[in-house]
């Protein structure tokens, strides 16, 4: 099977997302014996040559309108998929598609195969931290954030609509997504990120002591690691706070990786008089070293779909500190992987005193440590391997290669059924509008089953007739949904629940009225 897996970045190291899908690619072709070519715009990759893992690479160059304001910017991203996707041939069975504004552009190109979403994340994990940090803000200084938000559900939601399947990383993130958007869950799956248990092994005795030679660190000291992106939603100040309450001070804490917030943090340690035990090692291309050198693995993100790095730790036998998601500031899918007391330790607050007290707890029990550390081990390989993950997916995309399109001619709007909440997608103005059965509003295009006033341009299954306006009627459950060429469709807002459809007459035939006003 030929695949086109596009990706909005593609990097070796420090994007989690693009080592998720490298190395379900890879397992895809050498077991599995898929073809995969990955796409990519050319200015946001740092791999050389036309391949990557054995893989083709096809770099395009997409040209980009810089947006009036940097709120706007989620439209800019969308017309820059709609130019990338129009230069996409049809030369594969399969299009995997990493960024919600790719999917849905291409849902809407004619001759379209199959699409699935892999979604490494949503703006949902970040919208509750995100206002919290801004509500010192005056009301306009938070106004382009709203903004923003908000053009960003609206993209993600066109993707989860369009999407023939959906493919999370975590339960929570799919759970959290389904009741934000009133998904229906039969094309939403999880399949959880992973580890190459293979690469990621506890050391020896030699491993370990030369590891922490290279880092100057005393074979009896404490150390605790961090690995990742420097970035808000990590929330590593939370870590550099809780030191300071720390009864048994660690001789290391190590923070491997770099990014945005690199300059804060290291003010930050500063600031706490922590120079001597934070140490900042920079961007690394391997970090197993460094979790060989540890003893505790801190992780206290409060947003993550997944948690890679989490699981790389949990494979070299590492203890591990996480914060516990409460759903509202934390949400992480820290409780499907770190079961508390056996295999690591949940923080319940997300406060410096109580993420320290769990330090400790590490720190001063060597045995304890131990113990976690040998149990998280076995629960990564049980449950977080690449080579379950590929396994998964395989059937997956097997599937979608074998089944048709809901409708096959993609120039004609498509219909979701979502519960008892129904999408019309118009693929030519990728516009969408929802629909919530036995609500009012509903226009007459919309025809409920048993209902009268049908009008004439609309066919009920089995009825005679149909005039050459309808272009296609399609019945879901008890509402059934009539498209005509010459009517476009306007979305509601996003926010809320209970909005009508909204049709709006664009051609010239009246004989055929969505909706009259009094």
């Known amino acids: 099977m030929k695949i086109a897996w596009h990706m909005p970045t593609l990097r070796r190291t420090t994007c989690g997302l693009s080592i998720r899908a490298l190395a379900l690619a890879k397992r895809l072709c050498l077991e599995h014996g898929h073809e995969i070519t990955f796409v990519v715009d050319g200015s946001k990759t740092d791999i050389d040559g036309d391949r990557v893992e054995g893989m083709p690479l096809r770099r395009f160059s997409v040209s980009r309108h810089r947006p009036l304001h940097w709120c706007l910017q989620a439209g800019a991203r969308r017309r820059a998929a709609e130019s990338l996707v129009k230069r996409i041939d049809s030369d594969h069975d399969v299009m995997i598609s990493c960024q919600p504004e790719i999917v849905a552009a291409y849902a809407a190109k004619q001759n379209r195969r199959p699409v699935l979403y892999v979604c490494g994340g949503t703006t949902l994990l970040h919208d509750v931290s995100d206002r919290m940090r801004q509500a ?3 009301a306009l200084r938070r106004l382009p954030f709203a903004l923003d938000r908000c053009w960003k559900h609206r993209n993600e939601s066109r993707a989860f609509i369009a999407a023939d399947a959906v493919v999370f990383d975590s339960d929570q993130t799919r759970d959290l997504t389904t009741a934000a958007y009133g998904l229906n869950t039969d094309r ?19 491993a370990r002591r030369a590891a922490r030679r290279r880092l100057g660190i005393a074979d009896d000291g404490i150390v ?4 990742g992106r420097f970035s808000p939603e990590k929330n590593l100040g939370l870590l550099l706070r809780s030191l300071r309450h720390c009864r048994d001070m660690p001789d290391r804490v ?7 917030t690199r300059h804060t943090l290291v003010k930050l340690a500063k600031e706490l008089r922590l120079e001597r035990v934070v140490q900042f090692t920079g961007e690394q291309a391997d970090v197993r070293p460094f979790l060989h050198a540890a003893d505790v693995f801190a992780f206290p993100s409060r947003g993550e779909s997944f948690g890679g790095a989490l699981a790389e730790a949990m494979s070299c036998e590492l203890a591990c500190v996480a914060l516990r998601p409460d759903g509202r500031g934390i949400r992480n899918a820290n409780c499907e992987i770190i079961e508390h007391g056996r295999c690591g330790l949940l923080v319940d607050r997300p406060d ?3 993420f320290a007290s769990a330090l400790d707890a590490m720190v ?3 045995d304890d440590r131990r113990r976690l550390g040998q149990a998280a081990r076995r629960r ?8 379950a993950g590929s396994r998964r997916l395989n059937k997956l995309v097997t599937a979608l290669a074998r089944s048709r399109l809901p409708i096959e001619d993609c120039g004609l709007p498509q219909v979701r059924t979502m519960g008892n909440v129904a999408h019309l997608l118009n693929p030519r103005t990728r516009e969408c509008v929802t629909m919530v059965e036995g609500s009012a509003g509903v226009p007459p295009a919309a025809t409920v089953e048993g209902s009268a006033g049908v009008p004439p341009a609309a066919t009920v299954e089995g009825s005679a007739g149909v005039p050459p306006a309808a272009t296609r009627h399609q019945q879901m459950g008890r509402i059934g949904h009539l498209t005509h060429p010459n009517y476009s469709v306007r979305p509601p807002p996003l926010e809320g629940a209970g909005h009508p459809a909204q049709v709006t007459e664009t051609g010239a035939e009246k004989g055929f009225s969505a909706q009259r006003s009094s």
């Open 380 to 387: 990564a390989c049980e449950r977080f391997t690449w080579a």
């Open 224 to 227: 605790v690691v961090w690995t």
């Open 188 to 206: 939403l799956h999880a399949i959880h990120g992973g580890v190459d248990d293979t690469r990621f092994m506890p050391p020896d005795a030699i």
């Open 136 to 138: 010192s803000l005056s």
């Open 352 to 354: 410096p005193e109580a």
């Open 364 to 366: 001063s029990e060597a």
């Open 254 to 260: 190590l923070l491997v990786g770099d990014g945005p």
